[in-house]
Every structure is written in C-alpha cells, then in structure tokens.
C-alpha cells in the first residue's frame, strides 16, 4: 500500500490550492477514502472523507463550505479542493482509506509523506 499525496504549498490568506493523492497496492474503489492533517501542536484530526463512488461526503466544521473533496476511481486518485485558506488551516495533509465515511477511523498503517500547506501573509 501507498500513499503519495501532492499540490501542497504557501499561499496567502483566502487563496487556493489544490491538492492530490494518488495510491497503490489496494483496491480504490472499494474504499472510503479520507483527508486529514496534522500540525507540531495537534493530533491527526479527520478534514473530509468521500464514499467508495464519491456520492457521499463529510466535511468537518472548520472546512465545511470551503474545501471540497473529489475522487477519480480510473485513476486511484483522492483530491482536495481548497479555497478562502486560513492560518488555521496550515498543516500537513494525508490520506488513507477507510471503511466509514463519518469517524475519524483508518484502514491502512502505512502513510504517505503528506504535504505541507503553508497559509501565511
């Protein structure tokens, strides 16, 4: 299994980025797929999760209405839309798959190396 996620980067307060995972060595398809973060200061903490055909969503409070996750199943991608970014929203970003869309459960031990969002004037 692996996890490669991408698209990170510094932006500005209220800017945009756009962010991808790719993965491997699973059935995609099959999966819940998720988007978390996690800061020096913080646990890992759930952003967004995407049902196995991508009809369903969750968001978290603190980016509801803001981010916007999509899935492309051909491709075994997961990706992130971000808009109208804030400091808090500053940290590094993981997926991973899952088996429920709405708690902060995992399936897979193995992480990518994340990406880094820097939200910062």
């Known amino acids: 299994v692996q996890f490669v996620e991408s698209g990170g980067g510094l932006v500005q307060p209220g800017g945009s980025l756009n962010l991808s995972c790719t993965a491997s060595?699973?059935?995609?398809?099959?999966?819940?797929m998720k988007w978390f973060r996690q800061t020096s200061e913080k646990e890992r903490e759930l952003v967004a999760s995407?049902?196995?055909?991508?009809?369903?969503?969750y968001y978290s409070d603190s980016v509801k209405g803001r981010f916007t996750i999509h899935r492309d199943n051909a491709i075994s991608t997961l990706y992130l839309q971000m808009s109208s970014l804030k400091p808090e929203d500053m940290a590094v970003y993981y997926c991973?798959?899952?088996?429920?869309?709405?708690?902060?459960?995992?399936?897979?031990?193995?992480w990518g190396q994340g990406t880094q969002v820097t939200v910062s004037s």
């Open positions: 991973n798959a899952a088996s429920s869309l709405y708690s902060s459960n995992y399936y897979f031990k193995t």
């Open positions: 060595g699973f059935n995609f398809g099959s999966y819940v």
């Open positions: 995407i049902s196995l055909g991508g009809g369903n969503t």
